[in-house]
């Protein structure tokens, strides 16, 4: 059974960076699948952030593109986001997905999302 | 603003059929395959619906999609109380931008 699980700091201040991680367990990761980070603002629709590989490739979505990271880490079999200087538009709760693993060419397969804060 | 519109809520008894409509442009829907979501507090997104009017194994029959043009729709038949949640649209975006997955406002299912 796959499953993901968001971890990170719950709140960050304005201007920092937001660095969460999701951990993959229970699907083969040496396949080169896309994962993705998708937030929800309060009150507000579902919002891609990007993708990465585990080829280590990445899409960004063109808003946020230039305070993006995204990385893919084959020892431990993580994904990575980190988006830098933060604003209060940030806060949101945050998940992590995986593209196509079980053959749909969408984000099939999900975590229950982590809250981040980003608060003074 | 989302890319795709979505009514805000819609709502109806026990067994009555519901459908909720997912409204883009040439570059999303027109173009691409459309997938569906549910979410409940607290927990994972569940991926109802996939190309359209695929569904994944373990999603119930009384879940159909279908899409035309640049609009799409997903029907929920014989509603029940389990149903009532959140429910988004998404797309993968061809845009001039740059690439993008983009998704509804969300509708959010009143069962009464």
């Known amino acids: 059974q796959v499953q993901l699980q968001e971890s990170g700091p719950g709140l960050v201040k304005p201007s920092e960076t937001l660095s969460l991680t999701c951990t993959i367990s229970?699907?083969?990761?040496?396949?080169?699948?896309?994962w993705g980070w998708i937030r929800q603002p309060p009150g507000k629709g579902l919002e891609w952030i990007g993708s990465?590989?585990?080829?280590?490739?990445?899409y960004y979505t063109p808003s946020l593109k230039s305070r993006v990271t995204m990385s893919f880490d084959t020892s431990t079999k993580d994904f990575s986001l980190r988006l830098r200087s933060v604003t209060v538009a940030d806060t949101a709760v945050y998940y992590c997905?995986?593209?196509?693993?079980?053959?749909?060419?969408?984000?099939?397969?999900w975590g229950q999302g982590t809250v981040v804060t980003v608060s003074s | 603003q989302s890319a795709l519109t979505q009514p805000p809520s819609a709502s109806g008894t026990p067994g009555q059929r519901v459908t909720i409509s997912c409204s883009g442009s040439s570059s999303n829907i027109g173009s691409n395959t459309v997938s569906w979501y549910q979410l409940l507090p607290g927990t994972a997104p569940k991926l109802l619906i996939y190309s359209n009017n695929q569904r994944p194994s373990g999603v119930p029959d009384r879940f159909s999609g279908s899409k035309s043009g640049t609009s799409a729709s997903l029907a929920i038949s014989g509603l029940q109380p389990e149903d009532e949640a959140d429910y988004f649209c998404s797309a993968w975006d061809d845009s001039l931008n740059g690439p993008d997955w983009v998704f509804g406002g969300g509708t959010k299912v009143t069962v009464l």
């Open positions: 229970g699907f083969s990761t040496s396949s080169d699948y896309y």
């Open positions: 990465v590989s585990h080829g280590g490739k990445t």
């Open positions: 997905a995986g593209l196509g693993l079980t053959g749909a060419e969408t984000f099939d397969m």
